[in-house]
């Protein structure tokens, strides 16, 4: 079946200016995760979503970043005020339920690059 | 919390060599551990896992070994190509946990 899917795969803009990025998960995949990797770096988590619970946002490094999800469908990362440092490439993953052993299914990824 | 340290950050061997990724992590109760295979500008994808019922899984050319009285996981890639030029990251969970950590990533480069 179709992967996680990510939109856009690529976004320029100016400093200073409000970026949304968007996730498309796996149909049934009632986890979705938010990492974010800087280049050559490894990966940073962001926020993680289970089906109706409380996000965990223990990851969000300030509240420039928020992210919203409805049910277990399409989720959105939303990054305000953007800064340089913001620039990286946003990846989504999805994993199909809460049980801690089954592996993550990652997106392409949006490259971000603040102007 | 789970913490994974991963070693070397980088590893160049010759092509048909031997490759071998260590990590290891500090939470007794992680019984998860995948590896994924990062390519330049690509989305990482999982290429083996093993559950802590086991301490040896192989496919083909790669293979995981556990040992979990030491705490420790490592990729192993025999008869290396080119093709397996990629960043691999190892991660641990335990069954409740809802999270992987992953490790920092190691960089392979297979010299022609």
């Known amino acids: 079946g179709a992967g996680v899917s990510q939109s856009p795969s690529n976004k320029v803009t100016e400093k200073g200016k409000d970026v949304e990025l968007r996730c498309d998960p796996i149909?049934?995949?009632?986890?979705l995760y938010w990492y974010r990797q800087r280049l050559g770096q490894g990966l940073e988590f962001l926020i993680y979503?289970?089906?109706?619970?409380?996000?965990?946002k223990s990851g969000l490094p300030s509240d420039r970043f928020s992210a919203e999800r409805t049910g277990e469908s399409v989720s959105t990362l939303t990054i305000q005020r953007t800064q340089q440092e913001d620039s990286a490439v946003y990846l989504c993953?999805?994993?199909?339920?809460?049980?801690?052993?089954?592996?993550?299914?990652f997106g392409d990824g949006t490259r971000l690059s603040i102007l | 919390g789970e913490n994974v340290e991963q070693h070397p950050s980088t590893l160049s061997v010759q092509e048909g060599d031997s490759a071998v990724i260590k990590c290891t992590y500090s939470?007794?109760?992680?019984?998860?551990f995948p590896w994924y295979k990062q390519e330049l500008g690509k989305r990482p994808q999982l290429i083996i896992d093993i559950r802590s019922n086991v301490g040896e899984k192989k496919d083909q050319r790669i293979a995981v070994t556990l040992n979990k009285t030491a705490k420790h996981f490592s990729l192993h890639i025999t008869e290396t190509q080119p093709e397996d030029s990629a960043v691999y990251f190892c991660?641990?969970?335990?069954?409740?946990?809802?999270?992987?950590?992953f490790g920092q990533g190691t960089r392979l480069t297979i010299n022609p």
């Open positions: 979503f289970q089906g109706n619970s409380a996000p965990d």
């Open positions: 991660a641990a969970s335990s069954w409740g946990a809802q999270k992987l950590v």
């Open positions: 149909s049934g995949h009632t986890a």
């Open positions: 939470d007794s109760a992680s019984n998860y």
């Open positions: 993953a999805s994993r199909p339920d809460r049980v801690g052993n089954q592996p993550q299914h």
